[in-house]
């Protein structure tokens, strides 16, 4: 859903099926559920878009997802691609002590290994 959002406004049920691979039932059960949690937003005649919530989420999932990465990589020499991988099997259950930490002693990065921004960490990253 970011991905497909990250360069529009809104985005419909068809396109959102179409990039999961699922039906387009599902597709619109899965964002209507998500507008009901405030994640998303619907637009009339335009499809959904990220609310102020959902920013908020999916910045903590990449900042989980890329810290995690970036540690395992660099810190436990772990190859990117299966650094990749567990980083996307726990982005969603890593505790914010946690990921700070691990940003802590990474001194900070601003990147990850893939060459993406590493959103900041409100508790953790020093102010520019």
Known sequence: ???????RDAVGSLEVANALGVS????SETLRKLCEKGMLRRKPWRGVSLSERGIIEVNRILRNHRVFETYAYE???VSLEEACKCASR????LPEKIVDSMCKILGHPKRCPHNNCIPEGVSCCPEK
């Open 1 to 7: 859903m970011f991905n497909l959002l990250s360069n």
């Open 24 to 27: 387009c039932a599902t597709a």
């Open 75 to 77: 810190v436990l020499s």
């Open 90 to 93: 726990v982005e969603l259950y």
